[in-house]
């Protein structure tokens, strides 16, 4: 017998290490098609415990009957929320905050159309206002908001109060061969060991562009510090030493010297069997950056570097597309002055069903996209 949706003796609770391994096994078939179900398994077990979701950083979450023992009671819905840096600006003031981030929204196949999904998210977007804040720890006092990314369009979680934003991407073919892109020598290729002092520089910029707002919008941005960055470049290696038993080194590439570089991150994401067309299987910038940020020719050179060796990494790794999410206006500019837009390559597409970022505001007015401006709002955020 299910229970009504709205039943006072539903709750959010906890999995046991049982339940969440139960869960795992049900939730395979949906997002687990590019590994083993062992594999599978695996990976969400290791991604338990890297630097980014130690310490609490992930939260595992269960509808369940109050009155029922843990393994020994039926999950209706599960989710995961991760705890996330971020900054937060209101006319130039910088603040840093957490955001929780949700993800893997589950109902399991014999509960589905009882509306326990909808009792999950409405418990939990209340709950995670005030969920581990901690008035001694800095950055941990406010939390301004939590993010999903729906796959499943705008409206059901847009009923649940998480706002649809701005969701689009510029998507390339792979290529092989970067040879004849005019700065392909430039390019310096990054590995893991590169890319801390990259972060703490990105983060730092983005604290002076969010003091230099003006406007009356409530700004704010999740932080691509290196534990976030290299969450998934993790959760790459892990998939990829099952696929293809090893793990990419290139995770990245930058072009140009101090004050003028443009760099990006990526990593590469496995839906479905490497083969097939059809798999989804993409190489995701995580986070694309300009120092200078001038529409110049030579910014045009160096932006097509870099997308040159993604597109490159892209091949070699059997990726079907190459993704950079919300360009800016100025990256599309760019985009489109070098050799790789005057070839027409590229395209760029209005995610409607899937990925479509989402924010619930716990701040002051209605958190939309008239009053919040969602700042850098790239994949490095997707979880």
Known sequence: MFPDYNSPDLHLAH????????????NYEEWGKALSKSDYLHREQYLASVPLTSEDGMTYWCLVDKSAPPNNREIYASCESLRKKAFISKEGKVE???????????????????????RM????????????????IPGRQKTPASILFSDIGKKFYANHGWHPFPSSHI??????????????????????EDLPPLCELDTSYIRQVLSRAND??????????????????LRENVMSVSIF??????????????????????????????????????????????????????????????????????SQWKM?????WNPTALVEDLLNRSELGEKGIHRKVER????????????????????????????????
């Open 216 to 233: 009356h919008k409530t700004h704010i941005a999740l932080l691509p510090d290196y534990p976030t960055i290299q969450w998934h470049h």
């Open 320 to 324: 079907n597309e190459v993704q950079f």
């Open 96 to 118: 840093e905050v957490i955001i929780h981030s949700i993800g893997s929204v589950f109902c399991p196949p014999k509960n589905r159309g009882r509306k326990y999904a909808s």
């Open 15 to 26: 999995p046991t290490p049982e339940e969440k391994l139960a869960t795992w096994n049900l």
């Open 121 to 136: 998210m409405t418990d939990l977007g209340s709950i995670l206002k005030t969920w581990q804040l901690d008035p001694n």
């Open 245 to 314: 038993g090893r793990a990419p080194e290139i995770k990245g590439a930058l072009v140009g010297s101090p004050g003028s570089r443009v760099w990006a991150y990526w990593t590469r994401g496995y839906y479905g069997p490497v083969d097939s067309p059809a798999s989804g299987n993409c190489l995701h910038i995580l986070r694309l950056v300009l120092e200078d940020e001038s529409n110049s020719a030579a910014n045009a050179e160096k932006l097509e570097a870099v997308l040159r060796e993604a597109q490159r990494e892209a």
């Open 171 to 192: 998507s390339l073919p792979p290529q092989p061969n970067p040879a004849d892109s005019p700065s392909s020598h430039l390019t310096t290729l990054l590995k893991a």
């Open 352 to 383: 409607e069903e899937e990925s479509v970022a989402s924010l619930m505001w716990y701040g002051e007015g209605e958190g939309t996209v008239e009053e919040v401006e969602w700042w850098g709002n790239e994949k490095y955020g997707w979880c």
